[in-house]
């Protein structure tokens, strides 16, 4: 399957690094004009030099940034007809305790993986409904359909929150032409959270999840975006409301 997407405005939050970096880079290849975001200034910055792409620095958290972020992208473009979001993240947390949590802790999980979100889709959606065709790929988490690995309460309950969203938009913007689904990736070593939590496990914690999972390896950030790639194509204009799990076949 040959996927283009030449003419296509493509947003992608969480560009700086990782999955959505991957993303940006897949969408570009396939002919896209691709917009990067990030709440990390220099790491989107350079993000775009290597994709020759406009980079955006901006808290997504925030709704009137998230919709001056559509608003630009809008006037420069004269349209936008994906969105990519994989801002969010475990923002340096790691698993506690219940009692131990703190409502800064569940409120900045909550901000960063389903606030942004939710609030970039709400600047672009009227856009959308106008112009009757679009995409919105959210990238959740196998800890939003099951409990989280790293035992972080907040992060598993804002991705589950997440696929809510998902869910909830995909019946709002559907009639209007526009799919919203998700992806629920894996480990993924493609940060230092991910790779603290995978140095956690020590070596027979890792051969363990090795086994679990039916390719018996690790994914890669690309495998996240060839999925996120797939679901915004022409092809995947009948699935929506769906999370697709990219996980290797974890048992």
Known sequence: MDIRLEGRVVLVTGAAQGIGRAMARAFAQAGARVHLADLDREGVAAA????????????????AAAHALVAEVLAREG?????????????GQVGRPIEEITEEAWRALFEANVDAAFWIAQAAGPHLRQAGWGRIVAIASGAGLRPSLTGIQAYAAAKHALIGVVRQLSWELGPHGTTVNGVAPGLILTN?????????YGEAGQQRVLESLHTRRLGRAED???AALF???????????QVLAVDGGRL
């Open 48 to 63: 775009g030099r290597d994709l020759g792409a406009p980079a955006h620095a901006a808290d997504l958290a925030d709704r």
């Open 231 to 241: 679901l915004a194509s022409e092809q995947a204009g009948w699935i929506t409301g």
């Open 224 to 226: 996240i975006a060839a």
């Open 79 to 91: 349209r936008l007809d994906v969105l990519a979001l994989a801002a969010g993240g475990v923002r």
């Open 192 to 200: 230092p959270a991910t790779h603290a939590q995978w140095a956690a």
